[in-house]
């Protein structure tokens, strides 16, 4: 199931190749405009974000490609697609930023967590660009070298 921040926020699922591949910049909160069960779906863990993105559509901010798994306990008649675009909601100065910022600079737009917040959907976006092969090379050697680093102080504690 989903891990609890430290506000009490349910995450209920990571875009993690997002890290990997994307340089965040900046990060906002939306709101998720949703249908009938589909907030049922997702307290349940049925959101995946692997292949979603965002794109900002006649001054509005939309999630598109995010798969929300049918609720298991409703008929196929109330069911609804899952793969359907979906509004996101924020301030219109944060839309006109956001739109701003992706124009002029070139950035893109990501989905990076979905959680659960005073019960209701929320899900982070940031603003991000590509990494370079070279840059992607550089981090796996900085983290390696950390983990080296915790492993010498873990040893060395243990030894004393």
Same mark, same amino acid.
């Given at each position: 199931?989903?891990?609890? =921040?430290?506000?009490? #926020?349910?995450?209920?699922?990571? #875009?993690?190749?997002?890290? /990997?591949?994307? =340089? $965040? ?6 709101? $998720? =405009?949703?249908?009938? *069960? ?27 490609? *995010? ?6 306990? *409703?008929? /196929?008649?109330?069911? /609804? ?9 924020? /301030?219109?100065?944060? $839309?006109?930023? &956001? ?19 005073? #019960? ?12 370079? #092969? ?5 981090? &796996? ?10 492993? =010498? &102080? ?7």
């Amino acid at each position: 199931m989903g891990k609890k =921040e430290k506000n009490d #926020n349910k995450v209920v699922a990571r #875009n993690k190749t997002v890290w /990997h591949d994307y =340089e $965040i910049y900046d990060r906002f909160e939306a709101g $998720i =405009e949703l249908l009938g *069960t589909e907030i049922k779906s997702i307290r349940a863990g049925g959101i995946s974000l692997k292949e979603g993105y965002v794109r900002v559509k006649d001054a509005e901010i939309w999630l598109f490609d *995010t798969r929300v798994a049918p609720y298991s306990h *409703t008929s /196929h008649t109330m069911g /609804h697609d899952p793969f359907r675009p979906r509004k996101l909601l924020l /301030h219109r100065r944060e $839309i006109d930023s &956001i739109s701003g910022r992706v124009q002029r600079k070139g950035l893109t737009i990501m989905p990076l967590q979905v959680y659960i917040k005073n #019960n209701r959907a929320k899900i982070e976006i940031g603003l991000a660009r590509s990494k370079k #092969n070279y840059d992607k090379k550089q981090d &796996i050697i900085n983290r390696e070298a950390q983990r080296d680093v915790g492993r =010498e &102080i873990k040893r060395s504690l243990r030894d004393s």
